[in-house]
């Protein structure tokens, strides 16, 4: 795990250079890091009035006073679950309303992705009132040059191993009145500095140490299994290395929060997750994952969601698979020669080594175990699957779909995920 361990730190190193402090015991860096930007800070922050929260927020005064940079007012309270889209509005008044030079975002991944929609909000919100508009990939940025405009520098401190939000051009905002979950896709958004102090991660309750663990590998599994040509080339290494540590760490932290080493494991692996989906891009298990916000936590989502799409993925990526399961079966989970496995065969042995560990750790493998799912679910997955604002997801696929082709072969992968049944799969012929 040491050599594993050394080869995470270097690549994100490598990936993010010194905009990003990271590691045990870093928190105090937040304060340089949001000197460099602005002397005059907003700071938006997750826990606010809670016993978890306290010393993070005294921390957070401390460092910001030793670097000489100012509160423009008391803490601002942070987003919700989810990052609601009423949170969205709010955070864009109080950020519009401040005189500051930069807004620090102090929290997890919903609290920074509501943040990053909230400053391109505050600066956009009065010519482009409909948030709809920013939604997909590269509006933000056609908006901005449009206005004249450009953001103001966003800091984000992350709080909990999973999303990547701090590193990441992505910003997952959910409207609550449909249950759905849209994405803001552009590099504008993009946090010019970060932390990510990974002791403060030993306060994630159990349950959201698993979500976040699995979302982590759901980030890497789709890009190393979406990508091709140079960016696989860059990509792959990221996305190994990134499961290996959640796969071998995950059952200790969740045993013990206050093992570090564990937190450690886990916040690097999800880490190189974020950097990942910089790389590559997230798949149909994200994509189903946006539209069961209301009865599955998003990391969850993704692990019920993912082992399907291996099975439906499996004849076209068989290379990939041997090394994920190769993984799995130093982790315990696989016993079949992974050499003599091929294209369907190979993908059932992987996927039942992904379905395995998450029965281990008490999640459920089916969506028919989850309380609330119903075909309303399932036909919910299938509309937003043909949006054109999230059609980039069936592009990142290894086996790509198009809105003419998701009732053909998503609704049996849905089919599949919801019976444990995974011969309810029909894989797409192959060209030739």
């Given at each position: 795990?040491?050599?594993?361990?050394?080869?995470?730190?270097?690549?994100?190193?490598?990936?993010?250079?010194?905009?990003?402090?990271?590691?045990?015991?870093?928190?105090d860096?937040?304060?340089?890091?949001?000197?460099?930007?602005?002397?005059?800070?907003?700071?938006?922050?997750?826990?606010?009035?809670?016993?978890?929260?306290?010393?993070?927020?005294?921390?957070?005064?401390?460092?910001?006073?030793?670097?000489?940079?100012?509160l423009?007012?008391?803490?601002?309270?942070?987003?919700?679950?989810?990052?609601p889209?009423?949170?969205?509005?709010?955070?864009?008044?109080?950020?519009?309303?401040?005189?500051?030079?930069?807004?620090?975002?102090?929290?997890?991944?919903?609290?920074?992705?509501?943040?990053?929609?909230?400053?391109a909000?505050?600066?956009?919100?009065?010519?482009?009132?409909?948030?709809?508009?920013?939604?997909?990939?590269?509006?933000?940025?056609?908006?901005?040059?449009?206005?004249?405009?450009?953001?103001?520098?966003?800091?984000?401190?992350?709080?909990?191993?999973?999303?990547?939000a701090h590193?990441?051009?992505?910003?997952?905002?959910?409207?609550?009145?449909?249950?759905?979950?849209?994405?803001?896709?552009?590099?504008?958004?993009?946090?010019?500095?970060?932390?990510?102090?990974?002791?403060?991660?030993?306060?994630?309750?159990?349950?959201?140490?698993?979500?976040?663990?699995?979302?982590?590998?759901?980030?890497?599994?789709?890009?190393?299994?979406?990508?091709?040509?140079?960016?696989?080339?860059?990509?792959?290494?990221?996305?190994?290395?990134?499961?290996?540590?959640?796969?071998?760490?995950?059952?200790?932290?969740?045993?013990?929060?206050r093992?570090?080493?564990?937190?450690?494991?886990?916040?690097?692996?999800?880490?190189?997750?974020?950097?990942?989906?910089?790389?590559?891009?997230?798949?149909?298990?994200?994509?189903?994952?946006?539209?069961?916000?209301?009865?599955?936590?998003?990391?969850?989502?993704?692990?019920?969601?993912?082992?399907?799409?291996?099975?439906?993925?499996?004849?076209?990526?068989?290379?990939?698979?041997?090394?994920?399961?190769?993984?799995?079966?130093?982790?315990?989970?696989?016993?079949?020669?992974?050499?003599?496995?091929?294209?369907r065969?190979?993908?059932?042995?992987?996927?039942?080594?992904?379905?395995?560990?998450?029965?281990?750790?008490?999640?459920?493998?089916?969506?028919?175990?989850?309380?609330?799912?119903?075909?309303?679910?399932?036909?919910?997955?299938?509309?937003?699957?043909?949006?054109?604002?999230?059609?980039?997801?069936?592009?990142?696929?290894?086996?790509?779909?198009?809105?003419?082709?998701?009732?053909?072969?998503?609704?049996?992968?849905?089919?599949?995920?919801?019976?444990?049944?995974?011969?309810?799969?029909?894989?797409?012929?192959?060209?030739?």
């Amino acid at each position: 795990m040491a050599d594993i361990r050394a080869e995470a730190v270097a690549l994100l190193r490598t990936l993010t250079g010194d905009r990003y402090a990271f590691g045990l015991g870093c928190f105090d860096r937040l304060g340089e890091q949001v000197a460099s930007l602005g002397a005059r800070a907003v700071a938006i922050v997750s826990g606010l009035g809670t016993d978890w929260g306290a010393p993070i927020h005294e921390a957070l005064a401390a460092t910001l006073a030793g670097a000489g940079v100012e509160l423009a007012g008391e803490l601002v309270r942070g987003a919700g679950p989810n990052a609601p889209r009423d949170d969205v509005y709010r955070l864009a008044d109080e950020i519009a309303s401040a005189e500051a030079d930069v807004i620090v975002s102090v929290g997890g991944g919903s609290g920074i992705d509501a943040a990053k929609a909230a400053v391109a909000y505050a600066t956009l919100g009065e010519r482009f009132a409909d948030l709809d508009a920013y939604f997909g990939v590269g509006q933000v940025s056609r908006m901005l040059a449009e206005a004249g405009r450009s953001v103001p520098p966003l800091v984000a401190a992350q709080l909990a191993g999973g999303s990547g939000a701090h590193l990441t051009k992505y910003a997952n905002v959910t409207d609550p009145a449909t249950a759905q979950k849209m994405l803001i896709v552009d590099e504008a958004i993009v946090p010019p500095r970060a932390v990510f102090d990974y002791r403060w991660t030993a306060s994630m309750s159990p349950a959201f140490t698993r979500d976040g663990a699995l979302d982590g590998v759901a980030h890497c599994l789709e890009v190393l299994l979406g990508a091709t040509g140079e960016v696989l080339d860059r990509a792959k290494p990221v996305c190994l290395a990134g499961i290996e540590l959640i796969v071998g760490a995950i059952q200790a932290a969740v045993a013990d929060g206050r093992d570090l080493a564990a937190r450690e494991a886990l916040g690097l692996g999800t880490d190189l997750g974020g950097c990942a989906i910089m790389i590559g891009g997230t798949g149909g298990a994200h994509l189903n994952s946006f539209s069961l916000v209301d009865i599955l936590p998003h990391g969850r989502a993704c692990a019920v969601m993912n082992p399907y799409y291996v099975v439906f993925f499996a004849p076209a990526v068989e290379d990939r698979l041997r090394e994920v399961g190769a993984i799995y079966q130093r982790a315990g989970y696989v016993t079949a020669d992974l050499s003599r496995l091929a294209g369907r065969d190979l993908g059932l042995a992987v996927a039942e080594a992904m379905v395995a560990l998450s029965r281990d750790i008490g999640f459920p493998v089916t969506l028919g175990e989850v309380e609330g799912f119903g075909e309303a679910h399932v036909q919910r997955c299938l509309s937003a699957a043909k949006d054109p604002k999230l059609a980039m997801k069936l592009r990142n696929m290894p086996v790509p779909l198009s809105a003419e082709t998701v009732d053909e072969y998503m609704a049996p992968i849905l089919d599949a995920a919801r019976t444990g049944d995974f011969g309810r799969i029909r894989n797409m012929p192959r060209p030739g």
